[in-house]
Nanobody, 114 residues
Framework: EVQLVESGGGMVQPGGSLRLSCAAS????????MSWFRQAPGKGPEWVST????????YYSDSVKGRFTISRDNAKNRLYLQMNSLKPEDTALYYC???????RGQGTQVTVSS
């Protein structure tokens, strides 16, 4: 069974940082690309970032490029998202998803507010 469990969210002031983590199980993590998505209240899902299975290629949406960094540890079956220079418009439920399966995690809430 594919399981994805996100953690690391919270409330932070504008300009602050957070590091999200996604623990994966139930599939061969090192064999698939992984992505982060987010969904703000009242809005549809938004793609944030993708990393290739080996970690050598990363991709970002224009809205987070230069502020967020995606990474992975295949030995630990973990996906990460380092978020710096956070803005109020980054407020959303963040969740991870593999490129091979439909399942997604429950998500972790990020709130950026002064």
């Amino acid at each position: 069974e594919v399981q994805l469990v996100e953690s690391g969210g919270g409330m932070v002031q504008p300009g602050g940082s957070l590091r999200l983590s996604c623990a994966a199980s139930g599939f061969t993590f090192e064999s698939v690309g992984m992505s982060w998505f987010r969904q703000a209240p009242g809005k549809g899902p938004e793609w944030v970032s993708t990393i290739s299975k080996g970690g050598g290629n990363t991709y970002y949406s224009d809205s987070v490029k230069g502020r967020f960094t995606i990474s992975r540890d295949n030995a630990k079956n973990r996906l990460y998202l380092q978020m710096n220079s956070l803005k109020p418009e980054d407020t959303a439920l963040y969740y991870c998803k593999s490129s091979a399966f439909a399942e997604r995690g429950q998500g972790t809430q990020v709130t950026v507010s002064s």
